[in-house]
């Protein structure tokens, strides 16, 4: 799957893919890819950010259908995540990620209150714009909601965030449900799943999964729970904070697939009377989408990228 993400986009006589490396401020070395592209810069740059246990090639899964090639292919400057403990992000200045176990001490709170900022302000560094677009699918929704709320110096710096498959509450579905469900998770509408799905499986750590429990089990779109004592030795409080999310106040589009097993109508009204500033919202209405097709559905182009070029000149230009 790397090498075909890498020859797809030389195929189509781009300058190629070009990895920077960041070191976070907690000593993770994080790598984020930009698809070169002659004059690319004149449009905004778009940060795709991605689901648990994913990285950046999942979303090269539909080949030249994929979101970053067509946005590409429209002048965007494409750049992508791969967050700390990624196949291509298992970098620590201190930890070594097959040794020690400290390596995998995170969940999506830590990419989303570290390796999102970093990657933003790195984005910045090298464009002509002052603002991003912020693209996540899954987790990669739940980390933009992150970064938006925790840090609310950060919607300055986004033009829009646009969500797929949004992963935020989860609350009429119980812990057994939640891990069943996703190790069930087949896509409706395929363009093609003859590759082996470990082919998209880049690694991540059990706290991601373990932070979605907590928030399935309790309702609160909150910190992770380390327990009484430790949250309180942490956060001065022994319930974990909640992330503010009135505080995204960027503009913001959702998206919910009809067989989304993620998104429920009362977790989707729930999240957006939460927010401020929803530019759009499409909960239920895709077709018969899953929480995959996003990435991979043979009508996802003309079904939801089309729509999203759109929104995305209508909001930038």
Not at 95 to 118: K, V, Y
Not at 223 to 240: F, H, I, Q, S, V
Not at 253 to 273: A, H, Q, R
Request: with cysteine.
């Amino acid at each position: 799957m790397e090498s075909m993400k890498d020859d797809l986009v030389k195929r189509l006589n781009y300058d190629g893919i070009q990895s920077y490396y960041l070191t976070t401020k907690d000593g993770y070395i994080i790598n984020v890819e930009r698809i070169k592209r002659k004059n690319a810069e004149k449009l905004v740059p778009i940060i795709f950010v991605h689901g648990m246990t994913a990285c950046a090639k999942s979303y090269f899964v539909n080949k030249n259908e994929s979101a970053p090639i067509i946005f590409a292919n429209k002048g965007y400057d494409v750049w992508l995540l791969n967050s700390r403990g990624t196949e291509n992000s298992r970098g620590h200045i201190k930890w070594n990620a097959t040794s020690d176990r400290e390596f995998w001490m995170f969940s999506w709170q830590e990419i989303g209150l570290i390796d999102l900022p970093a990657t933003i302000d790195l984005v910045l560094e090298n464009n002509i714009h002052d603002k991003v677009v912020l693209l996540g699918h899954s987790e990669g929704s739940t980390v933009i909601f992150v970064t938006l709320s925790d840090m609310p110096e950060y919607n300055a710096k986004v033009a829009l965030s646009i969500h797929w498959g949004v992963s935020v509450y989860h609350e009429r579905c119980s812990t057994v449900e939640l891990v069943t469900s996703i190790c069930r998770m087949e896509p409706v509408l395929s363009t093609d799943w003859s590759f082996p799905i470990s082919q998209i499986l880049c690694g991540g750590s059990t706290r991601e999964l373990y932070h979605f429990m907590q928030v399935a089990n309790t309702g609160r779109f909150a910190r992770y729970n380390y327990g009484a004592k430790m949250n309180m030795k942490l956060y001065n409080t022994t319930e974990p904070p909640l992330f503010h999310l009135e505080n995204v106040n960027s503009v913001t589009v959702l998206y919910c697939g009809k067989n989304d097993i993620f998104c429920t109508n009362s977790d989707m009204e729930k999240l957006t009377s939460q927010l401020n500033n929803i530019a759009s919202t499409d909960f239920k209405g895709k077709s018969i989408f899953g929480h995959f097709d996003f990435l991979i559905a043979r009508d996802v182009k003309e079904v939801v990228y089309e729509e999203i070029l759109k929104i995305i000149k209508k909001n930038t230009s």
